[in-house]
């Protein structure tokens, strides 16, 4: 079954370094997602992106955070200048039809450490 | 604002027994609700649920929506050390982001 595959899984950076994390959607979804979840928390919306544009953002997604599809297949999230608060694992995820549809479906996760 | 609220927020029960966890919502413009099953990384989808009183029956799992009383539940019966996980409840509204609830903690013991 096609799956959502998020590179690396574990990424240790210091506070004030960019990071960005890796996603390859499942191929034929056309909608996109990064969710985040600290430790012990709620797992929290943070933008959508669909037909190469960002369509939606949680009040999270600040001006430190950007998504780009760069090619046909990757999705990334960039965070600049990393905070201590900004640890936590992210998720990507996709779905194939517009919401309400189609349910989305998680990657494994990259779980950022900012030291 | 959105929110989902699940209960209990932990359970402990043995194997075999039938378990009945808890979503309530207040969803703008709601449009479905999701369950979602968290072991150790991903949430893994069980359910989407977009009409009222239809049973969604997976194996041992099935859920319920009750788009009047804003709730749903999820029950697990005959319940296996594997089911134990942290099961997620989600809605999903005129905003395209899902809202998650804090998740059940469930526990089987053997």
């Known amino acids: 079954e096609p799956e959502v595959t998020q590179t690396p899984s574990h990424q240790v950076t210091q506070m004030g370094q960019e990071v960005i994390l890796r996603c390859v959607p499942i191929?034929?979804?056309?909608?996109f997602y990064w969710y985040r979840q600290i430790l012990g928390q709620k797992v929290e919306f943070l933008v959508s992106?669909?037909?190469?544009?960002?369509?939606?953002k949680s009040e999270i997604f600040d001006d430190q955070f950007s998504v780009e599809r760069p090619d046909g297949s990757n999705f990334t999230l960039k965070i600049r200048s990393t905070k201590l608060e900004d640890s936590a694992m992210y998720f990507c995820?996709?779905?194939?039809?517009?919401?309400?549809?189609?349910?989305?479906?998680f990657g494994n996760g990259t779980r950022l450490t900012v030291t | 604002e959105d929110k989902v609220v699940q209960s209990p927020l932990s359970l402990v029960v043995h194997e075999g027994d039938t378990v009945t966890l808890n979503c309530s919502y207040e969803?703008?413009?709601?449009?479905?609700l999701l369950w979602y099953k968290q072991e150790k990384k991903a949430p893994t989808f069980l359910f989407m649920l977009?009409?009222?009183?239809i049973e969604k029956k997976s194996g041992r799992l099935s859920s319920i929506l009750d788009k009047k009383e804003l709730f749903s539940i999820l029950n697990i019966t005959a319940t296996q050390t594997g089911d134990s996980a942290i099961y997620l409840c989600?809605?999903?509204?005129?905003?395209?982001?899902?809202?998650f609830g804090k998740g059940t903690h469930l526990i089987i013991q053997p």
């Open positions: 969803v703008t413009n709601f449009r479905s």
């Open positions: 995820a996709s779905r194939r039809d517009r919401p309400g549809n189609s349910p989305l479906h």
């Open positions: 992106f669909y037909n190469n544009e960002i369509s939606e």
């Open positions: 977009t009409s009222s009183g």
């Open positions: 989600a809605g999903g509204g005129g905003a395209d982001g899902l809202t």
């Open positions: 191929s034929n979804h056309l909608y």
